[in-house]
DNA sequence: CAATTGACCTTTTTT
DNA sequence: AGGTCAATTG
């Protein structure tokens, strides 16, 4: 039972007014690690307890999955007997809407690679130049105007150039139509429909939901804005939180501007401010404000916090990337080694994705656990991807995409010319590439055999998954595919070593489809289709796993950390230049003012020890870029920082070879890589599939095949070699 | 005609 | 550095 008095001694009088305000629109504007997660909290808990709304009169909706499972925690452990668990995010909110509202065939949701080479395809089609049209810039402007609920009409055709534009817009569209696919923007897009073509469903939902709260609300698009308006036509229960200082999603639509405009839209609405900060110490605060007080475009604000200064930022520079990696690893095990700190207090955040293999590689070396949390995720590994393919295809035969993904995956013999024969027929009789193989002759006598399994795979596979589960449908695809077997040679050994890897994500991909079916009702293939096509790599990650945190400075968002490392603290990289460059002088200082954002969520994630580094020049796609400091650091006050220059290089015995090693076996995504047998050489003399061995001659190498007291091994860089085990110890 | 190798080109962040 | 696409090989 909770009552006002609990409630006065776990919130401050600010927090506590946001909680029981509870009706009419409530801004609430939160400046970082002002408590605003738990305010969102004790406020559903309250509306609850109070009996104001049931759980599933209650909408809330955050940014990602991760943070709508904490809040559902959280509330569990508040609440026991009480079953809240309608938190959402507004992709998969859309996703319940839809299959609420809709009868029709499931749909499939394409993730952005999908999405490019349905464009790529389309630019060809029409005979464009794909320079001039480059697929990822195009599915950017299409996003944009999808994101503004704008059609291809509201593109204005003037030039040649808007008139394809627009054409590819069309195309795009009916494409996506015919393959019964959704992206990301679709989902919001349709949502909105849904709402707005089915007047008795929508009048159902906006009754259900008499309270409304919306976590991030600067990070809104206006497809997103729209929809909330449309549910909360009747209601006007709805509580916004966030903090313009911290909208960094602007390429994915985000407009800060509807959060500051709250107020003209609901005239009525009560505004709270939440400024005291209870994550980090005084220098690191007064950085951040320093900061932020650059920035033009935002509503006025000083974060406060009475823990008392702390200690001042440590700024260290470095002659290069890779020495700023290996010090950073360093610096962490200095600290590990005082005993003050844990892996898992461990933060090392950069701009780009492309910065963290160098961490990795300085972790490994050290035998630091880490994980990596972000672009190279779990289900973007190619034999993911080839796996989802095939399960688009099996729900949905008309997917052309999904067809040439995995047409020749694992190789049919079926080349180039035998898939443009495939396309030219199937646009001739326009059926599907699928439908269009079903009928065709005069194939080879080889490839008619691989066609005629491949088709019944695929059938198969469709006709499990009417009558079973998502993992009955995964497991007979994944068995019957023989994809596992194609990672092996004729002799049954590994390609090579990373193939180990490959095999290790495809069971796991077997085991989350299992996963699936346990813990949702739907347990449809469709269903776990939409669900894993809404999961990110943050959704999996997990603060109390004991190692250090890698990831890129969005991705941090909501996130603490005792210790945080700003790394790569230079032009051109925060700022990044892609984001200086703007056709206008307004739209380059925009840009600038979001990098100083995006710095300024970095910095706001630290609660005890803050570093901040970078390095004097750095390899870029092969060349090496020569560096200045970021121009921010200028903007922090002196006093706030503790300048240490660093010019060791790392011992000459620790570069080399290792890079290679680590990136053969680097296992992607959420793999823990931390592996604790340390450098000790073994007396065994047997080996197993996947074990790591050094040799006299040939250095580090992967075990891939061992029998009768010798193994083949994929040496680093010097191809794979059978060794009698004697002469090989295991690293 | 499929598979393999070498030349070329890229520039960010992600539900 | 790494991925993509055209020329080259078997």
Redesign the pocket.
């Known amino acids: 039972m909770l009552s006002e008095l609990d409630f006065k001694n776990e919130l401050n009088d600010r927090q506590l007014e946001a909680v029981l305000t509870t009706d009419g629109p409530l801004l609430i504007l939160a400046g970082a690690g002002s408590g605003k997660t738990r305010v969102l909290m004790y406020k559903i808990a309250w509306l609850i307890e109070k009996g104001l709304a049931r759980p599933n009169e209650i909408l809330a909706v955050t940014?990602?999955?991760k943070a709508a499972d904490e809040m559902k925690t959280r509330i569990a452990k508040m609440l026991p007997e009480c079953n809240f668990h309608y938190v959402n995010?507004?992709?998969?909110f859309c996703v319940k809407v839809l299959s609420a509202s809709t009868k029709e065939n499931p749909f499939i949701i394409y993730?952005?690679s999908d999405k490019k080479s349905l464009i790529?395809d389309i630019i060809k089609q029409m005979n464009l130049d794909?320079?001039e049209y480059?697929p990822?810039?195009i599915s950017?402007i299409i996003?944009n105007y999808k994101n503004r609920m704008q059609g291809p009409e509201y593109i204005e055709q003037t030039t040649v150039e808007s008139i394809n534009l627009a054409n590819i817009y069309k195309t795009y569209l009916d494409k996506m139509a015919i393959n019964n696919a959704f992206?990301?923007?679709d989902l919001?897009i349709n949502g909105y429909k849904a709402f707005k073509n089915d007047e008795p469903f929508a009048d159902q939902l906006r009754n259900r939901f008499k309270y409304v709260l919306i976590d991030e609300y600067q990070d809104i698009n206006t497809a997103q804005y729209m929809l909330v308006k449309e549910i909360c036509r009747n209601n006007k229960n709805i509580t916004v939180v966030g903090d313009d200082d911290q909208s960094?999603?602007?390429?994915?639509?985000a407009d800060m501007s509807i959060m500051l405009r709250f107020e003209k839209d609901y005239p009525e609405a009560k505004v709270v401010r939440l400024e005291q900060n209870y994550r980090s110490t005084g220098k690191i605060l007064e950085a951040a404000n320093a900061l932020m007080t650059n920035n033009k475009m935002r509503k006025k604000k000083t974060l406060w916090t009475d823990k008392g200064d702390g200690e001042k930022i440590n700024l260290m520079i470095y002659p290069d990337g890779k020495s700023e990696a290996h010090s950073v690893v360093m610096k962490i095990k200095e600290l590990i080694k005082k005993g003050d700190f844990k892996y898992g207090d461990f933060a090392v955040l950069y701009?780009?994705?492309?910065?963290s293999?160098l961490f990795e590689e300085a972790c490994r070396q050290e035998g630091i656990p880490y994980k990596i949390i972000?672009?190279n995720?779990f289900y973007n590994a190619k034999e993911i991807k080839d796996i989802t393919a095939y399960l688009h295809l099996v729900m949905n035969k008309k997917d052309n995409i999904a067809f040439k993904r995995i047409i020749?995956v694992p190789?049919?013999?079926?080349?180039?010319?035998?898939?443009?024969?495939i396309e030219e027929f199937a646009e001739s009789s326009e059926i599907s590439l699928f439908e269009a193989l079903e009928e065709m002759i005069g194939?080879?006598t080889k490839?008619t055999e691989e066609i005629n399994k491949f088709i019944k795979l695929i059938n198969d596979t469709t006709e499990i998954a009417e009558i079973a589960d998502a993992y009955t449908a995964v497991k007979y695809l994944i068995e019957s595919s023989k994809i596992k077997d194609s990672f092996y040679n004729e002799e049954g050994e590994l390609i090579s070593a990373e193939y180990l890897n490959r095999e290790a994500n495809v069971d796991e991909f077997m085991n989350s489809a299992q996963d699936y079916v346990t813990t949702y009702e739907d347990k449809s293939l469709a269903g776990f289709l939409a669900n894993i096509s809404?999961?990110?790599?943050?959704?999996h990650y997990n603060e109390n796993e004991g190692t250090v945190s890698l990831?890129?400075?969005?991705?941090t968002k909501g996130l603490e950390f005792p210790v945080v490392f700003l790394t790569g603290i230079e032009e051109n990289i925060i700022p990044?230049?892609?984001?200086t460059k703007a056709k206008t002088q307004s739209l380059s200082l925009a840009?600038i003012e979001?990098?100083r954002r995006?710095f300024y969520v970095g910095i706001t994630r630290a609660e005890k020890l803050l570093f901040m580094t970078y390095a004097l020049k750095r390899?870029?796609?092969?060349?090496m870029d020569y560096s200045t400091p970021s121009r921010f650091l200028s903007e922090i006050p002196d006093d706030c920082i503790k300048k240490i220059e660093d010019r060791k290089i790392p011992p000459r015995s620790l570069v080399g070879t290792y890079?290679k090693i680590s990136?053969m076996t680097s296992l992607k995504g959420q793999k823990n890589m931390f592996d604790n047998s340390g450098m000790a050489i073994s007396e065994e003399t047997s080996f197993e599939v996947g074990d790591k061995v050094t040799h006299n001659i040939f250095g580090k190498g992967i075990v891939i095949s061992s029998k009768n007291g010798t193994s083949k091994v994929d040496f680093i860089g010097k191809g794979t070699k059978t060794i009698v085990n004697s002469f090989l110890s295991k690293i």
């Open positions: 940014f990602t999955n995010t507004f992709h998969s993730d952005d790529k794909d320079n480059a990822a810039k950017s996003s992206d990301f923007d919001i960094i999603y602007k390429f994915r639509g701009r780009t994705n492309s910065q293999r972000g672009a995720s020749n190789k049919r013999g079926l080349g180039d010319s035998a898939i443009k024969r194939f080879t490839q809404l999961q990110s790599d943050l959704d990831m890129t400075f969005h991705l990044h230049f892609m984001s840009g979001e990098e995006l390899m870029n796609r092969g060349l890079n990136r």
